[in-house]
């Protein structure tokens, strides 16, 4: 297995009455079992594709070469898109050797994924147009804020370089259907990455959408659907398969009235796998009075900021843990003189990371808060690719388990007819006070 899953200490045997019984999870995994028989239904009448990702070998080659492409021409890309559009290929770009600096192989790669005005006009004013391409995202191709930006870059490229280069400079992910971004991209002959319709943004971290800078990223993109691909087998072939037994404890945690589901990686870069899944889990369950409320942690970071709360506040959390086997790894501390600083002398930092992963789950069992952890040796690809696929399929199981689609976001779609409402209707006159 990729990674070891472990739920011992959420079990009322280990952390008392605040925890789950054997009885109630051995009943809610019966109903977690009947859901993944829903699921494979779904499948095999063609309504999951992102189930069947390893179906797609073409767009694997197409992405390979776009992004050689790009590695061999352009010194930056700049991908613009709001929530899942950017979300999931920064959690995979956050594995590249140079993540901190967004530098891998000779293009750097930037994210636009919120609408600021003095961040993106900074972001402008920092560009080479002439060498930086755009990747533009958007499912329905009339997003407000991707097509604000949108227009705002073209305008810069025709103005600066040439209306007549347009189409060198910019790439788009869509459906294939009439809206807004495919209009432009016919306009000006721009390249278009097709986003199936039947793959939700917040799914879709496996296709271009996520793929393609990770690609550019110097990562390989095969392995990282290969790590996904052994966990769908495993979720249908396995008799109490791993997401499943996800979802079972938190839906018996939340009757013990655990509402906040806190996810704690101990890595840099795994913090934007946090912001990935919080999305995902969030967006995805939080519909007709269902719900848990997705938390995002840094360990070691937040030891020093939320374990306060997570120890001796409300117990209302459900906290995962996710650990790096880090022992050895990083500068070997140097003898201090001071005699108090004695227990760090020659430990390497990924000793003291190993010892702090460590103190925090026992001190949260000690504490009777329910805690589980995700163990795993390396993050790589394929390993990286696993954990996407884990969170998603545990997340359509809750969402069986509570009846509610996992697909849909009704109660996001009224603020955003709201606000194309207010800028139609009051172009000169937006009052905010």
Known sequence: MIYKHDISNVFDNVIGFDGVSEQEFTSLLLKAKRAIIGIGEQREKKLLPFLDITDYE???VQIEKTAKHINDNFSDLVIVGMGASARGGKTLVALARNSFTGISNSTKIHFIDNIDPLTFDNMRATLDLKSTIFLVISKSGSTAETMAQLLVLLNDVASKIGQENINNHFIFITESNDNSLTKIAYDNAIKIFEHNHNIGGRFSVLTAVGLLPAAVAGL??????????????LFFSDEEPEPAKGAVIHEGLLQKGKNISVMMPYSDRLNAFSSWHQQLWAESLGKS???????????AFDQHSQLQLYLDGPADKFITLITLNQKNKGAVIPLSDDDSLAYLAHHAIGDLM???QLATKNTL??????????????????TIGALLMHFMLETMVMGRLWNVDTFGQPAVEQGKQLAREYLANSKSNLNFG
């Open 58 to 60: 073409n767009d694997v």
């Open 220 to 233: 390989d993109i095969r392995a990282i659907r290969d790590g996904a691909t052994e966990i769908i087998n």
């Open 289 to 299: 009075g269902n719900g848990t409320t997705a938390l995002r942690a840094l360990g």
């Open 354 to 356: 190993a010892a702090e």
């Open 365 to 382: 069992i000690k504490n009777r808060r329910p805690v589980r952890e995700f163990a795993i040796e390396k993050i790589d690809e394929h």
